[in-house]
């Protein structure tokens, strides 16, 4: 017995028409009629009908509920009703598990009509709904992407540690365990393995959990997420990293393209400009109509100025860069010239930002500076000035959060629905 | 100004000869003669040869120390005694950071002449080390192989949480945290959400770290590794899961034989045999010498069992099945017609246990009966057991830790050696 996907039933037609197929699946969805059930059947590649007239199979079909598990034979006719041209005729069911429970939510319906707590309360069910599982295919499509383009350019893949000693690039909130008897804590990013890493293979990137023990409770922000980390050496400033920004986003939107999920969705696919738009951070204050002395951009203005954006360049993109030395990290590299400012860069996708990036600090004596500016102590870093002390080309990189990329591209109004599992302040399961 | 790869030299001289170069790099060694310097470059892409005859230029090397990053711009001609037939002569040297300072290892020696512990100690530095970047590579090409063929198998990428409940598969040997006021633990495997997605997409991968607490203080034990996690549904039994390792495998390995680092290493890459031999536990205990009541396959059994293996077989895997019942997780599915013994296999690989994988049980009765039967309490897995009611493929998967494999392909004494920045219940830091 070889079995077929439902997606591919027509290819099959094609080529031996009446073919006997078997076809393995949940029973996504009855409808009895008078003398006919039909059975929506569901695989991972997508639907196929099968009608029933047999009394004794429709009799059988009574005690399947929807989302049971079957296995169906049968022969394939072509039907210009039917999706995808072609169903199935005199079924025989087998059952490859117990029969389904009715669902809390009904998964059969085009829509999944449950309210977001509900939904990730029961999320290993309400994944199954096409619309939700053509959610996360977007996401996989992104990573894929991701990892291909910086394949091809030359990056190699890294693995870093999660738990790590003190030494993390902020010491606020932080998750903290006990290791063995000493307190450890749970990365926030792979920012300084990253950059040591940089020092063997030139370029690297990471595609992990980052945790952040943030106790904000905002559509945005989740206490662990997906991040795609790139960092890589031999740059002349901030605006390399930018470059391979723009390609490597360029990638993730071609790979989400080939997906059929694009169509399912029926999601616009944003162009991403061959030269993102820029624009100084003082200058995207003043476009924010915010004062000249604020340190950082508002959720507010980040929306604005991607209506700004759009509207002036036609762009879902705008990168703002030289944001403020005293609102970045102690690795940053200042702006040549006027060191108020930094050569660092947040990218905003439809006036949210999506993308953290910069160049780094790469001599010794200005790490040492750095930190002790800050009141921060050399000696909590004791690996990673050692790599800046032997030896580290000017250097830098970007970090994109997974889940904030897909909840923008699908334009919904939560980053949970983006996340398989979210973990936030009150949620730890599932 | 282009810059040329050092690697690519040769075929930059074979459409340009005499062409001027520009590269970028960092000074890997200076041998210095009476009226020559010899600089060996290295960058991501291996070495170039260049030749300081200048006097001037001789002086200036004389303050770059090994590991210092500089662009060298010269002109390329042939010398059969360079490596790859052509070296860079009349160079100007760039430095592009400080000084590098004299490193705590020399890494321009063939061998790295430390034992682990510096070699840990340095990691940041270490890993810079020729040799020690192609373990690396044998490593980030595993992880790619395993990708491109799954996603080929029409499997999807997932990500799931890292931070969880009480609901563990094994509540012993789990690292504690803090979460807003509850106590949370780090995920010692994707175990249940695989199985749970596997109920969404049918087929499902992830690689990730995975966190074990357990106080182990040997060399094939780290306290976070990288599992390569697969599972999906419509199996017969984990005779069909044996059947996805082997080819995911025997994919990993076409990957790795494409890289130098294979070259540069020196490694045999093993044969994955079209077959992969199984026999069954009570047999694998006969085979090792073993009582027939031991419940467990001790290290020395593995190591006497890869021998027999490789002699009769010719095999360097071998997967023995049929695991006892009462030493695998509740979830495993039991062996039909005998549930004394499992579903469930150990793939043991020149003569270590590289993974575990079986079938699960997958009907919601099967669970409640086997959660009481060990005393468990049904109630721990709520999503877990909401999925299996709702209709669930009978399932099975597989997870291959990625040091242990890269250790025993490079047939090295200590996992450490395959592992960027180890943790153990010692080392917590770089």
Known sequence: MTRSLCASL??????????????????????????????????RSGFAQVVVTEPAVREQIVGLPEETVVRVTGRLVADAKAPGGVEVVEPEFVTLGAPALPTPVEL?????????????????????????????????????????????????????????????????????????????????????????LTGVFERVYEVGPVFRAEPHDTTRHLNQYTSLDAEFGFIDSHRDVLAVLRDTLAAMVESIRSTAAVTALGIELPEVPQHIPVIHFAEALDIAGAAPDEPDLAPEHERLLGKWALERFGSDFLAVEGYPAAKRPFYTHPQPGDPRWTNSFDLLFRGLELVTGGQRLHNHADYLAALTARGDDPDRYPAYLEAMRHGMPPHGGFAIGLERWVSRLLEVDNVRWATLFPRDTHRLRP
Chains 1, 2 share one sequence.
């Open 108 to 196: 059969w319906r085009p829509t999944l009509g449950a309210t977001l707590p509900t939904v990730l309360d029961h999320a290993a069910l309400t994944w199954r709904h096409p619309a939700r599982q053509a959610v996360w295919k977007i996401a996989a499509a992104s990573l894929s992407g991701f990892r291909r383009h910086l394949d091809e350019a030359g990056f190699t893949e890294v693995a870093t540690p999660k738990i790590v000693d003190g030494s993390t690039e902020s010491g606020a909130n932080v998750f903290a365990l006990d290791y063995f008897g000493t307190t450890a804590y749970l990365a926030q990013s792979p920012q300084l393995y990253k950059q040591m």
């Open 10 to 43: 027509a290819a099959v037609y094609d080529t031996a028409p009446e073919a006997r197929v078997t076809l393995e699946g949940w029973i996504h969805r009855r409808r009895q009629l008078a003398t006919v059930v039909f059975v929506v059947l569901r695989d």
